[in-house]
């Protein structure tokens, strides 16, 4: 979304709408300020560049961290089924309740 198509926040917006203006908005300001060149003898912008870049940096860390989690948890169903089929045995792929007291009362029994 361009600069010039955001809306303004305003109450009649729900919280995911808000937040998405506000993020594009501060998407906006953090591209202003990398895109201001570099200038080593102004300590203060380059701070706030160097804590801007850093900032992003670390959020697209976390978003491919949710990614990467998010593909490996899709494909366990699928792996199981492919490990089962080569031990020849059959899994359900419904999660399975175990009665853990059953188990710890007949281990005591022995």
Known sequence: MAKSQL???GNGQG????????TAKSLDVAE??????????DKKLLSIQKD???SIIAT???VDESVMRERRIDRLPD????????????VSAEPQMIDATAT?????AR
């Open 52 to 54: 801007t870049a850093l």
């Open 7 to 9: 809306p303004a926040v």
């Open 104 to 108: 710890l009362e007949e281990a005591h």
């Open 79 to 90: 792996m199981l089924r492919r490990l089962a089929e080569a031990r020849g045995t059959i």
């Open 32 to 41: 202003a300020i990398l895109s201001a060149p570099i200038d080593l003898e």
């Open 15 to 22: 919280s995911a709408e808000r937040l998405a203006v506000l």
């Open 60 to 62: 697209q860390v976390k």
